[in-house]
């Protein structure tokens, strides 16, 4: 029998250190996302301000929120694919520049021509800022860990809503339209910085493949052909624009069917709005602790409860208590839904295809903004306000067919 001595100076072989979460990095990503929402949405808390000081009508002043949705929509993804080559770290310090100095201009803008352009401007650039955010968070962490890292980015836009828009209204009544436009370009510029700061670096994965060489190995080469979860990828993202559909066809006319179809006073609109926002926090909580790593199961849960809560609200709009209880209830549901739903596109796309992916998710997602409210228009003027969360009712359904389609694709694409 023979004994082994190690050698001198050898070192004792230890397991790999599991890679820390990169929490400061996900922070500034999602105070990013807070700005960036933020001054998507700022008009709409002070349209009648805008339209007296640049002498419009509020018809053609809430044409700014189109403006930019629109410019969200048919940009988006040329525009991503386009900086497809740029350093994704360089290109979203860019894009939230972008967005300050829009913001800034929008604050200066001396007729309304002027701030229309700078609102598109704004919407081409939160075009490509979500074409690179989505998929940013899901390229710092191992996959496993990608619905915790979502959550927190997202969670940026639910503080928007809950925090962000409300105080930038009360700020605009206070000192007039232009000056949240103006604090939030500066916060902006200064949330840049801090990218910069303390934002890790990713590496953008590139697409590769496997083929046979003459010797019966293999070699790698770059890869054109479409990537196997593109069909799951792109069914994801028509569930996205199927479910927003719905959503905004109900949502975009609440305040309405509260007072007409629930007996709310107006002055207590403001009220519930704040408590479904504060909702939406709770039901991204949810999300982010419960269902990180099983997005399918918690987007069946979150579609399931909006269907019961949006048809309770429609069958029990005369009672209040009812109504007003079903009413968080929903909140709490799209606070989850959004999540989930980004969750369920990192975890399906590939890494190479993943800022792709994300592109394509934020144009369906904001078409789906753009034609809720015109279906609701549409059902709200043949069919009245009391149709509407049974349009809603129908976009989930769908919804949940597409989502359990889903899963049969991505099983294929794992196979080939």
């Not at 639910?158 to 962000?164: H, I, M, N, P, R």
């Amino acid at each position: 029998m023979t004994t082994t001595f190690p050698q001198t100076g050898a070192l004792p072989v230890t397991p790999a250190a599991a890679p820390r979460f990169p929490w400061g990095g996900l922070i500034v990503l999602s105070t990013a996302v807070f700005l960036s929402v933020t001054a998507e949405m700022v008009p709409t808390g002070l349209l009648p301000e805008v339209s007296t000081s640049l002498g419009v009508s509020e018809a053609q002043t809430g044409l700014l929120m189109s403006f930019f949705a629109f410019a969200v929509v048919l940009t988006s993804v040329p525009l991503t694919l386009l900086f497809r080559r740029v350093p994704r770290h360089l290109l979203v310090i860019c894009v939230l520049v972008v967005i300050a100095l829009s913001s800034i201009a929008a604050a200066l803008a001396p007729s309304f021509a002027f701030l229309a352009g700078a609102r598109i401007l704004n919407g081409m650039a939160h075009g490509v800022f979500w074409g690179v955010v989505g998929a940013y968070s899901a390229h710092l962490v191992p996959r496993e860990q990608i619905g915790r890292a979502v959550a927190i980015t997202t969670a940026g836009g639910t503080l928007a809503f809950v925090l962000g828009i409300p105080l930038s209204t009360v700020v605009g009544q206070a000192f007039g339209w232009r000056a949240p436009f103006f604090g939030i370009g500066v916060l902006a510029l200064l949330g840049a910085a801090l990218l910069y700061l303390l934002l890790p670096r990713v590496q953008r994965p590139v697409a590769v493949k496997k083929t046979p060489d003459a010797q019966g190995g293999t070699t790698r080469r770059r890869r054109f052909a479409l990537d196997e979860t593109v069909p799951a990828v792109a069914l994801i993202c028509l569930l996205a624009a199927t479910v927003m559909i719905g959503h905004y066809a109900f949502n975009t006319y609440i305040a309405p069917f509260m007072v007409s179809e629930m007996g709310v006073p107006e002055d207590q609109i403001g009220t519930l709005l704040f408590l479904y926002g504060a909702a939406g926090g709770v039901g991204l909580l949810i999300a982010g602790i419960g269902f990180a790593k099983r997005p399918t199961f918690g987007l069946f849960f979150s579609l399931i409860a909006t269907a019961v809560s949006v048809v309770a609200i429609a069958v029990f709009a005369g009672n209040t208590a009812v109504s007003i209880g079903a009413f968080v209830v929903w909140g709490i549901m799209f606070g989850m839904l959004p999540t989930l739903m980004s969750t369920q596109l990192m975890r399906t796309a590939a890494p190479q295809i993943r800022d792709s992916a994300s592109a394509f998710y934020s144009t369906a997602f904001n078409t789906g903004i753009g034609f809720g409210a015109l279906v609701g228009a549409f059902f709200l003027e043949s069919l009245g306000l009391a149709s509407l969360p049974w349009v809603y009712l129908v976009a989930i359904v769908l919804g949940a067919a597409l989502l359990i389609a889903t899963p049969v694709l991505t099983r294929r694409a794992r196979r080939i």
